[in-house]
């Protein structure tokens, strides 16, 4: 099958994980014998790549970012110029190499993507990675399963921009003022998009609980729309040399590390975690909890003994998780599918997760890592505690964890239901 990929984000531009799955993806399907290009903007980079494996053409944008974790103001995404590039782009991709399927790997992808399709009369489907084709904060699924009935532009502005505003802006009365437009304008993109997402011929979610809240909101159609996860790493373990130097680059000899990879916000339920070190250390002075991936200062409570890390190179973090003891997803939010509990599983180490959106579907409690009630630190600390103190059930659970993933977020599975997803929508 030949097909094309288009994203806004590629590595080497990769803020976050779903880049890197994306290119997962792409390799894996052409290790299977078929054909991908993908194409995204240059940011900067080459025109075009080609290689053993996937093509990649990145079409000219104004705007230039750092390889690594630069992002775009949305501003540049999303605007009817973007659009219309990467609509060029994909037309010319796909009849370069008679494409069967187009496929928007990400949310600012599906304009440009459906209209190249329309125009060639190709079947167009969509990967939706997280909430933001509904609402632009989606502060609602911080307290409820599902976005509540009464959605609206008028809701946005009324009740939960000023929940945003205090937790995630601060003070200053224009730059408030500015973030209010933003969310209205963002509010419309997203109804824009809502009206494309309806008309494609497949809608694919990473979890089952993003499709459901997709689905429950009144976005997409059920019978068009399938679950394919994400894939989880593959290949060889980190060398253990490599292991000795993060444990020494981190200072972690005799201590017992938990790592949290993330913002410390309230949606990746940071304070949640914050609360449950506290406790955690006073049943246990060794722990050392590595913050790895913040970008902005944090005030951290005193006591437990934090290590705000930084951002490690991508390379670098499956010996990052192989060097801890405990790895931590305490989401409050309906996180999509991380890709913590996938990273850490690849190589053998367990994740406490919360019980908020697609992580559940990545851990077997008690089985490949435990699963807490989102927002409970309590429950959190006591999970943590439980890991700590029973190394064999640490390395049971990591073991466990290892195998569960090859099986089901392994490329044979993920690549047959994305094959068969396309064959349907095709028939």
Known sequence: MKIVFATEYYPPFARGGSPWSIQLLAAALVERGHTVSVVTPGWGGPGREDGAGSTVVRFPVRHRLPTGAGLAHTSVLVNPGFHLRLRRAVIEEARRIDADVI????????????LAGRRLARPVFVTLRDVGLICPITTCLLSHEFVPADCSALKLQRECAGFYLDHYIGRGRLRRARVRLNLAL????????NLVL?????????????????????????????????????????????????????????RKAIVYVGKLSIGKGGPVFLQAAERVARVRPDALFLIVGADSPVTLPTGPDFRLVGRIEHE??????????????????????????????SVGRPTVGARAGGIPEEIVDGETGLVVERGDQEELARAILRLLEDEPLRLRLGGNAQRFVAERFGPDAVVTALLATYAEARR
Do not use: C, F, W
């Not at 949310?107 to 459906?114: M, N, P, T």
């Open 198 to 254: 309806r008309r494609l011929d497949g809608v694919v979610g990473v979890s089952e609980r993003l499709l459901e809240i997709y689905l429950r909101s009144g976005h997409g159609r059920r019978e068009r729309s399938r679950v394919v996860y994400s894939l989880s790493p593959v290949g060889e373990p980190p060398e253990e040399n490599a292991v000795r130097a993060m444990r020494a680059r981190l200072d972690l000899e005799g």
């Open 103 to 114: 496929h928007a790997q990400d949310k600012h992808a599906l304009v440009g993507s459906y």
């Open 316 to 345: 670098a973090m499956a010996a990052l998780y192989r060097a801890a003891d405990v790895v931590v997803v305490p989401s409050v939010g309906a996180e999509a599918l991380s890709r913590v509990p996938l990273e850490a599983a």
């Open 186 to 193: 963002l509010y419309a993109d997203t109804q824009l998009k």
